[in-house]
């Protein structure tokens, strides 16, 4: 079973490299008309960004940089009769590919209905803006891609989780560059387009793509169909001998999915921001401990804990400080 979730933790970060290709949502506006402290100017872009996913097909060559560490890849997004096909490959390290589709535009996941004020609690009034704040940032002109760009500033209202800095074609909504900011305002990594192109024809992702598709494929050493179930989907993948739970979630985290109450795995998002929550049955004795990995805004914090004399290994992966995981993963336990 360790096997097995490892293979789940690597191909987990090589798909959120790319928030360009995978912010999902739409942000209503009504939330401006709820939350009169929000900035509806920043919210309509936002929503209009999340509609281009839906509407805009492109293909192009990302970077994206985390110290002194940068990645290079290509990706293709297709829109082609109501469905969206995506493909992501590393031009650097492994080579990796990651692919997903069919996927249906009308398909609204737990995050989009989070956006789109569907899914708030009473306490909630404003939505996702309860737990961050939008603004457009004041600047010049900015031109990613040689895109005309609006700068977007998202800064969190409490510690659990990171800001982000977002510029948005300001033609189409189309996301071309993201930086994921820490408290200090320290930039923990920046995606962004190298080069982008807008396909007038609707291309699918099994065609040959930007920037010579077809001549890398056959130098990939891996390729993943990415998993996408609906809302309603049961994730069967791994399992444990018993029902659990996660006590503590920062406040405006929901679950993404249904799970059975003995899977291996949770994930959770506030519409922004996505962790997931492993856990793992170990039949052999092991001390108590912590291990950290940090890649840019990515958090792998894997913790042994006794749980009623069960020792039990909880991994929690996604773009939250280390504290939040830290009481994200502390927080697990049996279902009485």
Same mark, same amino acid.
């Given at each position: 079973?360790?096997?097995?979730?490892?293979?789940?933790?690597?191909?987990?970060?090589?798909?959120?490299? #790319?928030?360009?290709?995978?912010?999902?949502?739409?942000?209503?506006?009504?939330?401006?008309?709820?939350?009169?402290?929000?900035?509806?100017?920043? #919210?309509?872009?936002?929503?209009?960004?999340?509609?281009?996913?839906?509407?805009?097909s492109y293909q192009g060559v990302v970077t994206l940089q985390r110290g002194k560490e940068m990645q290079v890849m290509q990706v293709s997004h297709s829109v082609h009769d109501g469905i969206v096909f995506e493909r992501l490959t590393e031009l650097t390290g492994q080579g990796a590919q990651v692919e997903r589709g069919p996927h249906p535009v009308d398909c609204i996941h737990p995050g989009d209905r989070m956006l789109r004020l569907e899914a708030l609690t009473s306490d909630d009034h404003c939505g996702i803006a309860e737990h961050y704040r939008f603004a457009v940032a004041d600047s010049d002109a900015e031109r990613v891609a040689g895109r005309y760009a609006v700068r977007i500033?998202?800064?969190?209202?409490?510690?659990?989780?990171?800001?982000?800095i977002m510029a948005l074609d300001r033609e189409t909504g189309l996301l071309l560059k993201s930086q994921t900011i820490a408290h200090g305002q320290q930039v923990l990594e920046t995606t962004q387009f190298a080069n982008l192109s807008y396909s007038g024809g609707q291309t699918?992702?099994?065609?040959?793509?930007?920037?010579?598709?077809?001549?890398v494929e056959d130098e990939i050493a891996v390729v993943h169909e990415a998993q996408h179930p609906g809302p309603g989907a049961v994730d069967d993948t791994h399992s444990v001998s018993?029902?659990?739970?996660?006590?503590? #979630?920062?406040?405006?985290?929901?679950?993404?999915?249904?799970?059975?109450?003995?899977?291996?795995?949770?994930?959770?998002?506030?519409?922004?921001?996505v962790f997931s929550v492993f856990l793992e049955d170990v039949n052999v004795e092991m001390r108590s401990g912590e291990g950290l990995v940090r890649q840019g805004g990515t958090t792998t914090y894997t913790r042994g804990l006794q749980i009623e004399g069960q020792p039990v290994l909880v991994t929690v992966i996604g773009e939250v400080p280390v504290n939040t995981a830290r009481m994200v993963a502390d927080s697990v336990n049996w279902v009485q």
């Amino acid at each position: 079973m360790l096997s097995s979730y490892k293979k789940s933790r690597s191909q987990f970060p090589l798909w959120t490299l #790319l928030p360009l290709v995978l912010t999902a949502g739409a942000v209503a506006s009504a939330a401006a008309g709820n939350c009169p402290q929000a900035d509806a100017v920043a #919210l309509e872009w936002l929503d209009k960004m999340s509609r281009s996913l839906r509407q805009v097909s492109y293909q192009g060559v990302v970077t994206l940089q985390r110290g002194k560490e940068m990645q290079v890849m290509q990706v293709s997004h297709s829109v082609h009769d109501g469905i969206v096909f995506e493909r992501l490959t590393e031009l650097t390290g492994q080579g990796a590919q990651v692919e997903r589709g069919p996927h249906p535009v009308d398909c609204i996941h737990p995050g989009d209905r989070m956006l789109r004020l569907e899914a708030l609690t009473s306490d909630d009034h404003c939505g996702i803006a309860e737990h961050y704040r939008f603004a457009v940032a004041d600047s010049d002109a900015e031109r990613v891609a040689g895109r005309y760009a609006v700068r977007i500033r998202i800064e969190p209202r409490d510690m659990y989780r990171f800001g982000y800095i977002m510029a948005l074609d300001r033609e189409t909504g189309l996301l071309l560059k993201s930086q994921t900011i820490a408290h200090g305002q320290q930039v923990l990594e920046t995606t962004q387009f190298a080069n982008l192109s807008y396909s007038g024809g609707q291309t699918a992702v099994n065609d040959t793509g930007a920037g010579g598709a077809k001549e890398v494929e056959d130098e990939i050493a891996v390729v993943h169909e990415a998993q996408h179930p609906g809302p309603g989907a049961v994730d069967d993948t791994h399992s444990v001998s018993r029902p659990w739970t996660v006590g503590w #979630l920062p406040r405006g985290f929901a679950a993404t999915d249904v799970t059975r109450d003995n899977n291996g795995r949770r994930t959770y998002t506030d519409g922004l921001t996505v962790f997931s929550v492993f856990l793992e049955d170990v039949n052999v004795e092991m001390r108590s401990g912590e291990g950290l990995v940090r890649q840019g805004g990515t958090t792998t914090y894997t913790r042994g804990l006794q749980i009623e004399g069960q020792p039990v290994l909880v991994t929690v992966i996604g773009e939250v400080p280390v504290n939040t995981a830290r009481m994200v993963a502390d927080s697990v336990n049996w279902v009485q």
